[in-house]
């Protein structure tokens, strides 16, 4: 029985040896005909060569076939074969043949070239997945990880099915293995310690994607101080000449751009330059020595920000030329750039003076104002800063129309009587009796006027002379005046529109100088007319804000002549003044107020003693009553003009 169980066993190893042997002879039978396939392309597989070789590792063997039959050889590194043979006079084709079947060797073909890698049996390639230790608490939004070596695919893989929110991995990580273990910790703070533990760093989208990256050149994870986990870079050190500290860091942002970050205390310029310059592998040419330190800190900023950075304030710059920087003094002849600046809206005059005067060191400003424009000649980034600040300052300035719309409405009351006597020539009788009393009478009407009187009251009142005369006075005047006055001022925004309107009156003054001697004192008389103004001056300033609002700063001085003056006197005047701030909306009427003045005026004249005696005073003296009332309203109407 023994026997037989041996016997079995003995046929069952030769049956698997010859298997094995013959699915050995079919893959080398195989490998042949496909070289024989593509001998048709590469006919060089045809040509014979001789090789004698002694323990040279097969991929200098496989090199030295390639250049002596012109093929393309490619040769997987990790082979670890040495070779010791003698080929004479045999075809490449047979050579590749030999290593395949000798030293169980896989070859293919990506194009036309020939691949040489190690054999694998398919049926020894197949791998049972690993189980993926992962849970995940929705209700919670907790995550609990036992990761072991495992794929950083297949781990976020599982994570991503079984909480729905989307993980992805960076194409340098697809081969990443990660081992950590989290029990029931949040989920973002999970996926945090995950990459903290395996080097890698984790970045969150503002469309809630999580993105596993890999660390760039310099970088760590590391414990921020209030205990969460952050990414920091490790600036790479440089000797400065100038003796102080210098950090430089160059990386490639998301948009495939090389960034530069730089920490630097009392740094030479110089080094900056070209430490930068080629870590980025910038091509620069220096016109003059560049002295002079810096301290700065700045992160990702691209080459050309960083040149503008380290330059501003100095006395270099930089300009762009086929791709080369040249760099150097501002004041040199290559580096100086020249800009003409049309001005659209604002004057050169107004534009200059509000330039800093720190921005124009260093560049030359020309004014040309027949066309209004500005020739800038200097460093190009203090010329491109310049025309930027000018052009925002180029912009349209709004008119504003501003109508001014006065109202003065005069109402005033006189009343005059009196009996005025005296003894004149000639006296003729006559007068008004309506609408008010102004009558005069002879010497023959009052002695008629007087017999009549006696004849009824049998009183004698005796008789006038013949040149006697009277006028009564009874009269009752009214007046009311309204004027209206509307100026309109235009001007443009910022400002002062002033507007005056008035009238001159003049008055006599006269003069007597005396001029002594001796025999008889000499006088001279002079004659001036000196001259008081009445007037109307408006001063209006608008500001225009960017709602159409208009602010308005407004001062009126009103001045009127009042009365009647007396001969060779000033005439009496009355002043009005006005002064606020508003804010109206394009188009809105405004009343600032109404300025009322009330006056009052009595005058008369009559013989001392009985001009004061009640009842009689009226025979023996003439009075005159003024009552005067004056208003005035301002409306105002802002308009803007763009």
Known sequence: MQKLFTYVIGVLLVCGAVS????KQDRIQAIQDKLEQFSATLPQLH????LSVNGVSIQDFLSALSKSSNLSISVDPKLNIRIADNFNNVTAQNVLVFLAKTYNLDISFIGTIISVDPYVDPAQSIIVPKEIKVKYNAPDNTLSVELNNDSLFSVT???????????LVAPALMGKKVTVFIAAAPFDNALEKIAFANEIK????NDNFYLFQALGDGEENYVTGDKNIAVRKNFKPITSTGGGNLGLFVKTNASGQKVISCDATN??????????SQELGKNYFLYSDIKGTISMHITDVPYDAFMTAIFQGTDYTYRTENGIYMIGDRKLEGLRNNKVVVLQNRSIDTVQAMIPVEWKKGVEIKEFREQNTLLLSGSGPQIAELENYIKQLDQLVPMVMIEVTMVDINKSKTVTTGIKAGIADSVKTGGSVLPGINYTMGSGAINDFLNQLGGVTHLNLGHVAPNFYATIN???SHDDIEVHSVPKLTTLNGHTASLSIGSTRYYLVQTQNVLPSITTPTSIFTQQYNKIEANMVINIKPVVSGDDQVTLGIKIDITDFIGTPPANAPAPTSNSKYESIIRAHDGDMLVLGGIERTEEGTSSSGIPLLSRIPIIKWLFSSRSKTNAKI???VFIKPTIIH
């Open 20 to 23: 094995v042997k013959a699915q």
């Open 267 to 276: 740094a030479s310029i110089l080094d900056l330059v070209k430490t930068a």
């Open 631 to 633: 208003v005035t309203l």
């Open 47 to 50: 040509d014979k060569v001789q």
């Open 474 to 476: 009874a009269l009752e």
């Open 157 to 167: 893989r599982k994570i991503t099915q079984l909480s729905g929110k989307n993980i």
């Open 202 to 205: 984790l970045v969150k989208t």
